[in-house]
Antibody, heavy 123, light 110 residues
Framework: EELLEESGGGSVQPGGSLRLSCAAA????????LNWVRQAPGKGLEWISF????????FYADSVKGRFTISRDDAKNSLYLQMNSLKFDDTAVYFC????????????????WGQGTTVTVSS | QSALTQPPSASGSPGQSVTISCTGT?????????VSWYQQHPGKAPKLMIY???RRPSGVPDRFSGSKSGNTASLTVSGLQAEDEANYYC??????????FGGGTKLTVL
């Protein structure tokens, strides 16, 4: 079974940092492009970051650009999201999701999702 | 860029058909054929239902179909079943390595 599992969420004060991880199993991780998508409480989905196969290209939504960094370690079958300068508006469930095919940019269609990890930014 | 526009709610009786719209602009939905639809049950992860406007991943029932006309994409669910009750989100590639989601539509099976 193809799986993604996020970890690293928690409660943090504004201005703080967190590092999310996403562990993959059941497929050849290095062959796929990956995204982070978040969902604020009671709200819709928001794409926030993409990394291509090989990790040479990374893209961000304007809402997180300059504060968040996406990376991957294919040897560990893992995806990461380093989140700095956190704001109240960053409170959300964070999902990692696999692109179903290579497009070299986000948007082909995300066919494997983790269950999400919750980030709460609160003073 | 703004999120894609979806109606907040839709409903239908079992066995009926319902269509959910997703309106963007000529820079996203109207320009690219990279529109996807996701189903999300409360407290669960989203599930890919449609990609590339009309294509269904394996395992998704053929009751689910997608289409696009101009700047508006649509998801049609035919032969509604109780388990189809969920939130549905569209997404579209928007150029400049950016992906937009719609605000979501809550589908109620009456």
């Amino acid at each position: 079974e193809e799986l993604l599992e996020e970890s690293g969420g928690g409660s943090v004060q504004p201005g703080g940092s967190l590092r999310l991880s996403c562990a993959a199993a059941g497929f050849t991780f290095s062959d796929f492009e990956l995204n982070w998508v978040r969902q604020a409480p009671g709200k819709g989905l928001e794409w926030i970051s993409f990394i291509n196969k090989g990790g040479t290209d990374v893209f961000y939504a304007d809402s997180v650009k300059g504060r968040f960094t996406i990376s991957r370690d294919d040897a560990k079958n893992s995806l990461y999201l380093q989140m700095n300068s956190l704001k109240f508006d960053d409170t959300a469930v964070y999902f990692c999701a696999r692109e179903s095919a290579l497009l070299w940019t986000p948007g082909y269609g995300m066919d494997v999702w983790g269950q999400g990890t919750t980030v709460t930014v609160s003073s | 860029q703004s999120a894609l526009t979806q109606p907040p709610s839709a409903s239908g009786s079992p066995g009926q058909s319902v269509t959910i719209s997703c309106t963007g602009t000529s820079s996203d939905v109207g320009f690219y054929d990279y529109v996807s639809w996701y189903q999300q049950h409360p407290g669960k992860a989203p599930k890919l239902m449609i990609y590339e406007v009309t294509r269904r991943p394996s395992g998704v029932p053929d009751r689910f179909s997608g289409s696009k006309s101009g700047n508006t994409a649509s998801l049609t669910v035919s032969g509604l079943q109780a388990e189809d009750e969920a939130n549905y989100y569209c997404s579209s590639y928007a150029g400049n390595n950016n992906l937009l989601f719609g605000g979501g539509t809550k589908l109620t099976v009456l």
